[in-house]
């Protein structure tokens, strides 16, 4: 069921890849199979508010003791498909980022130092035990990276008002994504030297090339919604500017090319800000 709160969830955004049955093994096929079926299933503001609700303790749960046994689920051409949670992989990933994005004095108050070691260990041993391991969803706050974007077109785009808040999000099939990337590289490869934004790129590709050709490939601006005016948001063609970008590299057009980009930077520098307005 979902679960009723007032909270807002954090100002995140998620690609996530949603798998065919066919692509999982028995028994866990089967047990997708029979979860798909359920008449509700949890929503990502009950994954969000589930992962807040284990930092509450003393000391905190950085990481679920156990794998979740939730997923999306989408129904593609007759298809079912499935996103798991996958909860405690990403949670330990996380960890790895956090002393890049906060201040040692930060990190240390909200996770002591014993605590992250713990984790890490744990990590370790359950690497050790699934080295092929990888997320379905990967996960960005207070912006969309623009290779994201690479993957999707305009026309893929879903607007939609809610009862609390409005959602926006893309839906490709795989292989649609995946010609996206390789002809975005190609792109930018022939006009930019070697970077952020190439190395970013290679690196989605490769995520992608893990799963089955026929998935079905989602970005969610998820908790964003509340970070940007609704006005705005229904403005957003963010794939769009970084389609027309791309196309201006392509024919040699660097000052169209820079248009493009700087509307799309604007807008998400301005959401960005946001995080440090009192």
Same mark, same amino acid.
């Given at each position: 069921?979902?679960?009723?709160?007032?909270?807002?969830?954090?100002?995140?955004?998620?690609?996530?890849?949603?798998?065919?049955?066919?692509?999982?093994?028995?028994? *866990? $096929?089967?047990?997708?199979?029979?979860?798909?079926?359920?008449?509700?299933?949890?929503?990502? *503001?009950?994954? %969000? $508010?589930?992962?807040?609700?284990?930092?509450?303790?003393?000391?905190?749960?950085?990481?679920?003791?156990?794998?979740?046994?939730?997923?999306?689920?989408?129904?593609? #051409?007759?298809?079912?498909?499935?996103?798991?949670?996958?909860?405690?992989?990403?949670?330990?990933?996380?960890?790895?980022?956090?002393?890049?994005?906060?201040?040692?004095?930060?990190?240390?108050?909200?996770?002591?130092?014993?605590? @992250? $070691?713990?984790?890490?260990?744990?990590? *370790?041993?359950?690497?050790?035990?699934?080295?092929?391991?990888?997320?379905?969803? $990967?996960?960005?706050?207070?912006?969309?990276?623009?290779?994201?974007?690479?993957?999707? #077109?305009?026309?893929?785009?879903?607007?939609?008002?809610?009862?609390?808040?409005?959602?926006?999000?893309?839906?490709?099939?795989?292989?649609?994504?995946?010609?996206?990337?390789?002809?975005?590289? @190609?792109?930018?490869?022939?006009?930019?030297?070697?970077?952020?934004?190439?190395?970013?790129?290679?690196?989605?590709?490769?995520?992608?090339? #893990?799963?089955?050709?026929?998935?079905?490939?989602?970005?969610?601006?998820?908790?964003?919604?509340?970070?940007?005016?609704?006005? %705005?948001?229904?403005?957003?063609?963010?794939?769009?500017?970084?389609?027309?970008?791309?196309?201006?590299?392509? *024919?040699?057009?660097?000052?169209?090319?820079?248009?493009?980009?700087?509307?799309?930077? %604007?807008?998400?520098?301005?959401?960005?800000?946001? %995080?440090?307005?009192?």
């Amino acid at each position: 069921m979902a679960l009723a709160s007032s909270v807002r969830v954090p100002y995140v955004a998620y690609l996530r890849v949603y798998e065919p049955l066919a692509a999982f093994p028995e028994p *866990e $096929r089967s047990y997708w199979a029979r979860y798909a079926t359920r008449e509700v299933t949890p929503t990502a *503001e009950d994954e %969000q $508010r589930r992962a807040l609700a284990d930092l509450l303790p003393t000391p905190p749960v950085p990481v679920p003791v156990h794998e979740s046994g939730d997923a999306f689920v989408a129904v593609v #051409d007759d298809v079912t498909c499935v996103c798991p949670w996958r909860t405690r992989l990403r949670g330990w990933q996380a960890l790895e980022s956090l002393e890049e994005l906060l201040p040692a004095s930060v990190l240390d108050a909200a996770l002591p130092p014993v605590v @992250r $070691r713990q984790a890490a260990t744990d990590y *370790e041993r359950w690497r050790e035990r699934n080295p092929d391991a990888r997320p379905w969803i $990967r996960t960005a706050t207070w912006h969309v990276p623009v290779r994201w974007f690479v993957l999707f #077109d305009d026309d893929e785009r879903e607007y939609a008002k809610g009862d609390r808040a409005p959602a926006l999000r893309y839906r490709t099939p795989m292989a649609q994504a995946r010609r996206r990337v390789a002809r975005g590289l @190609r792109t930018l490869r022939d006009a930019l030297e070697e970077g952020p934004l190439v190395d970013g790129l290679v690196d989605v590709g490769r995520w992608l090339e #893990d799963f089955h050709p026929r998935s079905l490939v989602e970005l969610d601006y998820g908790g964003l919604v509340h970070a940007v005016p609704e006005g %705005q948001l229904v403005e957003d063609r963010s794939a769009a500017e970084v389609a027309e970008g791309l196309a201006a590299l392509r *024919e040699g057009d660097g000052e169209r090319a820079g248009v493009a980009y700087g509307k799309l930077s %604007q807008r998400w520098s301005a959401v960005r800000e946001r %995080q440090f307005s009192s």
